[in-house]
């Protein structure tokens, strides 16, 4: 079985084909340069890199795979079995582009496209290993997704039934990575430099709070940025560009303590979801899952209350077209009869009963250069 896989959802143009469980191309262009002096994704900027570059993406991913080949200076292409692209959440310019380009494969290959929620991939990525479908996911489990847009836990029966069990309130992890980067003038994206920074420095150094709003499923992490921002205007001043002044040590510092209040918290949540629902397994995917302290305390405290904590492996963790053709090949392969859905959706969520609660963001909204 041959898929071709696009991801365009936010700031990541990919393209990847899996052939027989084998990850056989996986092209990823990351934008974060130019999103870079922003600190954030500005949007118009992302629909236009994603239009500039899926075409070359694309045609890299069909050249490594072996799709598109040459023969005594002819080029053939190989059958394809399907085509499968993101069709949301995300910004609505990317998704457009992925959905276009995702359609104009399918009819030029002439098999059947299919619409894959993108969270869904985030869960579903643990299954790569060594660039092969390898590890297969336990169902029932709880799924975690901690990436810049979304912040949420669902309750995974089977493959394609979920039932989302509570989301963030307002900012995302990673998001909240990203806000306080800026605000330490650090750079984008800011959950990979404060990891590295976080090494450095004392976790316990500042007691931010850690919201866990005890029973709940739901996240917040809004008042821990503004916890932030308050203890760098109390101790710090500003120089004449208008940055906070602050030695070295104590960024690392900050990056620590800051880190851990969301690590705690995380943690915290994902074990009391799993103890709520008496399952022993744990999933976890999206970019905020390549956290080495996250990484490092969650699956200590999993082996203290005896779950299976499965983590993707790092360069799976972030957006990729390698999980959204996984999704495809599992819908493929499905008995079930699975609703294939190809309209774009910048708000779709895995629960079609979770309508957005008050106060919730939209991907569309979220972190986006600019935002507070
Ligand atoms: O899943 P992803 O690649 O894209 C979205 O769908 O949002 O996640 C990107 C997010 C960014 O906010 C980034 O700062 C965060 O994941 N991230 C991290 C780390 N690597 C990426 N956050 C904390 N620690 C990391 N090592
Ligand atoms: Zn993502």
Redesign the pocket.
């Known amino acids: 079985m041959r898929i071709i896989a696009i991801e365009s ?2 700031d ?1 143009t990919a393209a990847s084909v899996i052939e027989d469980g084998e990850i056989k191309s996986d092209i990823v262009f990351s934008q974060v340069l130019l999103h870079r002096k922003y600190y954030g994704i500005v949007p118009e900027l992302a629909s236009r890199a994603h239009m500039e570059k899926i075409a070359g993406v694309i045609s890299a991913a069909l050249k490594k795979s072996g799709i598109e080949y040459k023969k005594k200076g002819k080029t053939f292409f190989k059958k394809v079995d399907a085509v499968a692209f993101s069709r949301g959440p995300g910004l609505p310019g990317g998704l457009l582009v992925g959905r276009v380009a995702g359609e104009t494969l399918s009819r030029f290959f002439k098999c059947p496209l299919f619409g894959v929620n ?1 969270l869904e991939g ?1 869960v579903l990525s643990y299954e790569f290993e060594n660039s092969k479908i390898n590890r297969k996911l336990k169902y029932p489990f709880i799924a975690m997704i901690v ?4 912040t949420e836990l669902w309750l995974a029966q089977a493959f394609g039934k979920y039932k989302l069990l509570g989301k963030t309130r307002d900012d ?4 909240a ?2 806000k306080i980067a800026k605000l330490l003038k650090l750079s984008y ?4 430099i ?2 590295a920074l976080a090494v450095k420095g004392k976790a316990d150094a500042i007691k931010f709070p850690r919201p866990y709003m005890r029973e709940g499923h739901e996240f917040s992490f809004s008042g821990l940025k503004t916890a932030v921002a308050y203890h760098l205007k109390d101790n710090y001043k500003f120089d004449e560009k208008n940055n906070f002044k602050i030695k070295k040590q104590d960024i690392n510092d900050i990056c620590a303590s800051f880190q851990e209040a969301i690590v705690d918290t995380l943690v915290y949540k994902a074990i009391n979801a799993c103890e709520k629902f008496k399952l022993k397994e744990l999933v976890i995917g ?3 899952a ?3 302290r ?1 990484r490092l305390k969650m699956n200590e405290a999993g082996e203290k209350a005896g779950i299976n904590v499965c983590f993707a492996e790092r360069k799976y ?3 990729n077209a390698a999980m959204i053709g996984l999704c495809a090949w599992h819908k493929l392969k499905s008995h079930e009869n699975i609703k294939n859905d190809i309209d774009i959706n910048p708000n779709l969520t895995i629960d079609k009963k979770a309508t957005r609660k008050q106060g919730t963001k939209a991907q569309g909204q979220r ?1 986006t250069a600019g935002g507070k």
């Open positions: 959802t936010c990541e993108h985030h990436s810049g847009g979304h995302a992890a990673g998001e990575f990203d994206p800011g959950g990979p404060i990891d999206g970019g905020v390549a956290n080495s996250f963790s972030g957006d972190k």
